[in-house]
């Protein structure tokens, strides 16, 4: 596995900088190597906490909180129409769901995986089965680097990460709201976002949800990019093209923005992940079973919700659970807990056949410090092991979400590229085995020289462009620095560096026309 | 599970100082339920990355080494006659090894799991099985803190931190070579390190293991520090009372130093580890699976050494695998590919019936910062969930093993405490489902005030002492401290809280004694 973003900041590089030339050719041959897939299909085990016995038994507490407890769908009477239409009861605007209902409304139409179209068909990614999407990080109003420390975001850092997120080889989406561009009014920002996403990648990305007319705009703009392939001509129906985050309000309610741009989407063939959003001991039991449970509910109903509105439109059971200091109430990420409920909600998700959200580099660490990587470390490998379909929040989480940091991304983005490596399992190839290096050294000798390692010298081991593995003279020599630091210097040179993709002019100009018309029709407003 | 540290870092500890009634209470609360245990016992799933095949691959290769590259055993003439009488092909200093014989000695003696006495036999811990023991770092000359910066370490660096490890409740064992106190001269400061352990801590720790003598030394204080306890009534046999670090030259060979001391310690019915010490691509193959054979193919030879020299002798299967960096050839830690060596290795350890060590907090940087703590992540998580038994370098490890970090330890200690919820599992008791939770909040409530958050208020969600997950405006409030600095506020507050474990006063004096009657042997040396 080749560097995850530029070669140039690899010691070889330097070397070669200073004219190394055995240093120079290896350089070469890393850059050769260096290449990007499209998405991660995992090669390795899901690893799983708990056995068949005690997934049964959450999926029966879930079916009882459905049937007993209900879940709210608050200010929507179409929502209550459809349940009662399909055989639930409808108290109020609680529903009470029969106990099997989501399930089977689920399996029955809902997709086991399937393809999220990018405007660059290289790009497009199958979400579901055995594939890992790393997408950026979403919804922080904060960002954070070491020149400006901690700011409101801007129209400018949205683009700043859509770049960066485009040139990072380990990253395979778009992503949505990176950070909330604050200097817009709240009514229109989604315009200039989803217009960031369309223009400065080709990557797939996520639409509006903030209200159903703003899914409506996402949803518009998408048919102008995707113009004659907007309809998949073997269906007839849109192919799917932006994935789109529903969060329930925990415990078990969902309100009419999130249901209203759901329809919209669902309507349009459009993904949606509907996903409880939980920090437990607040939104629901302190314990990882009870979390799972209520999870589990929750999304059974909200992506049952979703099949009932368009049969068969792709729907992604999302899981976003942490927990809280029981000593402050402040959320905490990348303790054990939430990791084991990333563990029993994969193993659910895969029980029920649909693809699976959780996930990422969470912390609640406010700085790029080893706070952060440790908690982002301990949510990013269970993303992994567990077999997370869509990454949401894999590279620049910063403090439980609020904040969006530029080295904090360049560093996930390094750890996403280990993951590639990790999910690619055990090379046991007559090469990966290696049985011929072992006879050609044999014992006391060294394996650096052998044809082997000769042979096997550009795809052997990942290569971080950012850690630091120098001597400690050398690293003390180059002014000590940290890996904040070298990260700072990385985001700085990939903007430099950054081309955009091309897009059709006229594509370009139908974009901005849809755009102007649109923001021209309505006042500004910031609610 | 509770604080592995003090709780006096706490928020609510920082509550109580301000005069806070609630949290104080809540404080206190915490402090009851703080506890420790001797050692984890796992109650979640091993995690494996192969399946039969190719883990009987990598068996079938090991062996192909054993009989055909052969393993050269160096200077020690009765290893060699040893390996003769057991059927061995002796050509020169070059065993070579009739496939299965190595599995057979150490399947027909070598037992499955052990006890390691502790002189408080509540710290006895059980080594192989479903247990993990976490032990501090080990062996580097250099140690590291925000006041002092990189120097030599000393002997007062040495007691710290068997202090340190003594009050950290994640943490099991005292370890051994915790760093190399090098104010002391080199062929006697065996005995200051060896007294440390016995003096200021009562966990159960590590031997000498860099001359015959000092593992002979080692035993023979040992047999002071047990006394009435050093033979086990049942059996007649010293009791196993240290365990000690046998490492081989990779690529397969034993030198006369290791083989000395693992003889000696063998003898004496106490624990050997036998550990392949391999940078993949210098010392073995660039790939995982020839990595792995190899090691597997040193470890069974030394293992079956030990068995031949004592049956029954308990020794554990050592894995320290790592890789360089291709472009520099430097030593690199917490990559994708030690992390699926050490799960291939952790199941052969399964499959041949031996307790298995590796893994740790490692990591290349020379500094805590969020490369140290990714790069750490990345092994403690594989470690824990790839079933490790005996875990060297928890707490501590900077700079590829060449710095002992103080601030470091704290962190890695913190780690481990997660560790001890994330092996716990999922609780699947009624109160662990919490249904009576969900029942009593229903949708759009709140957990916090419910009943079952009251009564599960003490243990739900492990609790950092070092982490910071308070606002942004308060953080800042506080100095804007990062995790280095509340780190190395910790270390400074337990080590003034420190008190030592009784020692029997003439116990002490017979050690002393032992140690001046033997430094006054002969003089001091620095080889």
Same mark, same amino acid.
Not at 38 to 67: C, F, H, M, S
Not at 79 to 106: H, S
Not at 454 to 460: K, W
């Given at each position: ?216 705009? @996402?949803? !518009?703009? %998408?048919?102008? /990019?995707?113009?004659?392939?907007? =309809?998949?001509?073997?269906? *007839?129906? +849109? ?95 990348? @303790?054990? !807990?939430? %990791?084991?409920? /990333?563990?029993?909600?994969?193993? =659910?998700?895969?029980?029920? *056949?649909? +693809? ?172």
């Amino acid at each position: 596995m080749a560097d995850v973003l530029t070669q140039d900041e690899t010691p070889a590089a330097r070397g070669r900088r200073a004219g190394g030339g055995r240093e120079a050719k290896r350089a070469a041959r890393s850059a050769r190597s260096s290449q990007s897939v499209p998405y991660i299909t995992r090669k390795i085990p899901y690893y799983e906490v708990l056995d068949e016995e005690g997934l049964a038994q959450i999926e029966y507490n879930a079916d009882t909180i459905l049937e007993e407890v209900g879940i709210d769908f608050r200010d929507d009477a179409e929502a209550l129409e459809i349940w009662r239409a399909a055989g639930a009861q409808v108290t109020g605007e609680r529903v009470r769901i029969p106990r099997g209902l989501c399930r089977k409304i689920v399996q029955d139409s809902a997709p086991r995986e399937f393809t999220q179209h990018a405007r660059n068909p290289e790009r497009s990614v199958v979400i579901g089965g055995k594939n890992t999407v790393f997408a950026p990080a979403y919804g922080s109003p904060f960002v954070r680097n070491l020149d400006d420390g901690r700011r409101y975001a801007t129209i400018e850092d949205f683009r700043n990460f859509v770049k960066l997120a485009y040139m990072a080889n380990s990253l395979h989406h778009s992503g949505g709201t990176i950070c909330e561009p604050v200097d817009l009014p709240v009514n229109k920002r989604h315009f200039d976002m989803v217009y960031s996403h369309m223009k400065y990648s080709d990557k797939p990305f996520m639409g509006s949800v903030t209200h159903p007319d703003r899914a409506t705009d @996402t949803v !518009e703009m %998408a048919k102008i /990019l995707f113009g004659d392939n907007w =309809l998949d001509p073997l269906t *007839g129906k +849109p192919k799917t093209v932006v994935i789109n985050l529903i969060n329930a309000n925990s415990p078990m309610t969902f309100d009419e923005t999130m249901l209203g741009a759901a329809k919209v989407y669902a309507r349009a063939n459009q993904a949606t992940i509907i996903t409880p959003f939980i920090l437990a001991g607040a939104m629901s039991p302190v314990t990882v079973a009870g979390t799972a449970a209520q999870t589990l509910a929750e999304a059974l109903a909200g992506m049952a919700f979703v099949q009932l509105v368009n049969p068969g439109a792709p729907v992604v059971l999302g899981s976003f659970a942490s927990s809280i200091s029981m000593q402050s109430g402040a959320p905490t990420f990348g @303790t054990p !807990e939430p %990791a084991l409920v /990333l563990y029993v909600m994969a193993a =659910l998700a895969r029980r029920l *056949g649909v +693809p699976f959200r959780s996930g990422g580099g969470l912390c609640g660490s406010k700085i790029s410090d080893a706070q952060a990587a440790s908690e982002s470390a301990n949510t990013l490998i269970p993303t992994c092991l567990g077999g997370v379909n869509f990454v949401l929040h894999t590279a620049g989480w910063l403090e439980g979400g609020l904040s969006m940091g530029y080295e904090k991304f360049i560093m996930d983005v390094d750890q996403a590229g280990m993951m590639h490596t990790l999910l690619a399992g055990v090379d046991m190839s007559e090469n990966g085995q290696a049985m011929s290096a072992i006879r050609e050294v044999g014992p006391g000798k060294h394996f650096l020289g052998c044809a082997h390692t000769q042979a096997n010298f550009e795809s052997a081991f990942y290569r971080s462009p950012i850690t630091d593995n120098n001597s400690f003279e050398q690293w003390e020599a180059e002014g000590s620095r940290d890996l904040t630091q070298r990260a700072n210097s990385m985001w700085k040179k990939l903007l430099s560096e950054y081309e955009a993709p091309p897009l059709d002019p006229a594509v370009d100009e139908a974009l901005l026309a849809y755009i102007k018309r649109r923001k021209d029709s309505f006042p500004d407003s910031n609610v």
